[in-house]
């Protein structure tokens, strides 16, 4: 194998245009590769990579690297794996980043083992050390209770890290790169998934991902019922609902909407939190909102410890005024 | 079927995040008092899994844990759900382990076990997150792995899988043999019974040593780590919140409208 060289960023392809995940990925790769004097790959994979290439080079990548086949049209952990796993050993990157997503999640720790190399999941930041010139891989840990600061010799460092957690660059469409197809090989054979139905269960209105203005029900709102009035303020605000997890586990609203470490990691400017504790576990998902606006019975919620604002109090009670306050006020 | 489930005792993950401290010297956790360890939580919902294809076509559920000292009253627990037997990879040379040294232990203690159509692990191990051990001893085995599934049913020599991804979920099906790791919309896992807690008191588990699954002792545990942890600290939380009181709930909800204006976030 060469000399290891270069930070490497896999990129992911949402409708036909490079992820937000992606972008981001390659604002902070284009950091660690500046700071190491090294080139910033990016690599995409997919029946067709389209204008994706193009893009990821405005982003910050100097060269991007493409594998199109129809057996990649979607993702399968076998096919997906086999091509990662002959282009990092063709091109060997000292630094691969991957997102922390549905595809990011399976892909790395599979691929990590099968060459054998370090891997750090859900990283929050990554800077190179110093002395070891080593990538200091800062993770969650303990369902966000701690911090992490792992390192690791073995190589390539391979990381996967939280969306939003670093930041895109403003795209320079006049940056020169270079594209290259790599030749695909694969054996449909030893492809042992099928993938029959991919099932959206998206609700209407704003993303979560990409509301500004966040009203999140927990546990205290009871029912579906509840939802409905989170819905109102919500709607009011140009916003989006969110739910912790058991409103999901209970199925009073779809497993899309929660926020969290193992749900949606939202930024909103505003996010308020109704009739729900505060666990670790949530606040990993929307502790990067701006603002922190909590409403709950019970004065010793964890989630006063979080927010900015807050009432102590009944939400059946405080909901109403404060929804029709909010709409007065908007509507002045 | 041949069933083995991969079920790992942590800390309590929904202890209050008040009690969680860490000790700085050591970059150890430490434990909360009076808060007793659990089984992880999408551990013990890959048990659930399990139970629900031998409760419709029946088969043998194997459960294996690695650790040290592990308590009897935790790791029990899969069988007084309904679980048939239990393994414990418990060692000192177990301790202190990273996703490698431990997906490699486990891997080589299935070897041993030899027989199996379906090994399921938790999503992630509530204690650190990581999410990869599953992924690691299917690619250790060789066999073909579906993460993050909320549904799993066997079907002519197949399994089907429901795999949770950000915006819905996918059907996938797979070849058996195969590692599932599961997560929790697979819904909650099931009580245990009396008749299960007076059954499983009486099951002893057997117990392997790395030497017992050919695990040579430099290899697992903090000695086959690949990655270092280089430090463990708690984040620094501000906590400045401005209670907004007032006589009755409606008019401190409406002063609290009025903050939002007057911080220009309405
Ligand atoms: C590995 C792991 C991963 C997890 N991932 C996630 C995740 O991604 N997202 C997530 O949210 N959770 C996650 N959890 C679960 C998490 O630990 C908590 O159990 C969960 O967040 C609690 O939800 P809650 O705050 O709605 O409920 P609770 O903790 O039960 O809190 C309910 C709150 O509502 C208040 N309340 C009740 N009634 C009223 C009322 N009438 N008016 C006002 N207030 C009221 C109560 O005072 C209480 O504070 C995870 C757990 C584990 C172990």
Redesign the pocket.
């Known amino acids: 194998m060469a000399e290891s060289k270069g930070v490497m960023v896999y990129g992911e392809i949402a409708e036909g245009k490079l992820a937000s995940i992606t972008t981001e990925l390659l604002g902070g790769g284009r950091r660690l590769a500046d700071e190491s004097k090294e080139e910033l790959l990016c690599i995409l994979i997919g029946d067709q990579v389209g204008e994706a290439p193009q893009q990821a080079i405005a982003s910050g990548a100097d060269k991007v690297y493409t594998a199109e086949d129809p057996l990649l049209k979607e993702y399968q952990t076998d096919s997906y794996v086999a091509v990662m796993e002959q282009a990092v050993k063709d091109l060997s990157p000292r630094i691969l980043l991957l997102g922390q997503t549905s595809v990011g999640r399976d892909l790395a720790p599979r691929l990590a083992f099968r060459l054998g190399a370090s891997l750090s999941t859900d990283c929050l930041e990554l800077s190179i050390d110093p002395d070891t010139k080593l990538l200091q891989q800062t993770r969650s840990v303990f369902?966000g209770n701690a911090r992490a600061i792992f390192a690791s010799e073995s190589l390539p460092q391979i990381v996967t890290v939280r969306q939003k957690a670093m930041s895109p660059l403003e795209p320079d469409k006049s940056k020169k790169g270079e594209i290259t197809p790599i030749k695909v090989e694969l054996d449909p054979a030893k492809i042992r998934t099928k993938v029959i139905e991919t099932v959206k269960e998206e609700v209407e209105g704003i993303k979560l991902e990409d509301a500004e203005a966040i009203v999140t029900g927990?546990?205290?709102i009871?029912g579906p019922e509840g939802f409905k009035q989170l819905e109102e303020l919500a709607k009011a605000l140009k916003g989006a609902v969110g739910?912790?997890?058991?409103?999901c586990d209970n199925g009073w609203v779809p497993d899309t909407l929660?926020?969290?470490?193992?749900?949606k990691i939202v930024t909103p400017e505003l996010y308020i939190a109704?009739?729900?504790?505060?666990?670790?576990?949530?606040l990993?998902?929307c502790s990067g909102a701006k603002n922190i606006i909590a409403?709950?019975?019970?004065p010793e919620?964890n989630?006063f410890k979080e927010a900015r604002f807050g009432v102590v109090?009944?939400?059946?009670q405080l909901l109403p005024a404060f929804t029709e306050k909010v709409k007065e006020l908007l509507a002045g | 079927m041949n069933m083995i489930v991969c079920c790992k005792q942590v800390l309590d993950?929904?202890a209050p995040p008040a009690s969680f401290k860490i000790d700085p010297g050591s970059n150890q956790v430490v434990p909360p008092p009076g808060v007793p360890p659990v089984i992880?939580?999408?551990d013990e919902q890959a048990v659930e899994a399990a139970l629900r294809i031998k409760d419709s076509q029946g088969g043998k559920i194997t459960v294996l844990s690695l650790g040290n000292k592990l308590l009897r009253d935790v790791v029990k627990k899969p069988l007084s759900m309904g679980a048939d037997e239990l393994v414990l990879l418990e060692d000192e040379a177990f301790e202190g382990g990273d996703s490698w040294s431990i997906a490699y232990a486990l891997a080589m203690a299935i070897k041993k076990i030899g027989e199996f159509d379906l090994i399921f692990c938790g999503r992630?191990a509530?204690d650190w997150?990581a999410g990869q051990v599953g992924s690691g001893i299917a690619e250790i085995l060789g066999i073909p792995s579906v993460t993050v599934a909320k549904k799993v049913e066997a079907v002519d020599g197949k399994a089907r899988v429901e795999r949770v991804i950000a915006d819905g979920y996918q059907v996938v099906e797979v070849t058996l043999p195969a590692l599932i790791t599961v997560s929790?919309e697979l819904g909650e896992a099931r009580y245990a019974t009396l008749k299960g807690i007076m059954a499983a008191a009486k099951k002893q588990p057997t117990i392997w040593k790395p030497a017992d699954i050919g695990v040579d002792p430099s290899q697992t545990g903090a000695a086959g780590r690949r990655t270092k942890l280089v430090k463990l600290f708690q984040p620094v939380r501000e906590g400045k919140c401005e209670i907004i009181e007032a006589d009755s709930p409606a008019e401190a909800a409406a002063g609290l409208a009025v903050k939002l204006r007057e911080a220009k976030l309405i």
């Open positions: 369902g927990g546990r205290g009871g739910a912790s997890r058991p409103p929660q926020v969290g470490l193992t749900g109704v009739a729900l504790s505060g666990a670790s576990q949530h990993a998902g409403i709950n019975k019970d919620a989630i109090g009944d939400w059946k | 993950p929904e992880s939580p999408f992630q509530a997150d929790n």
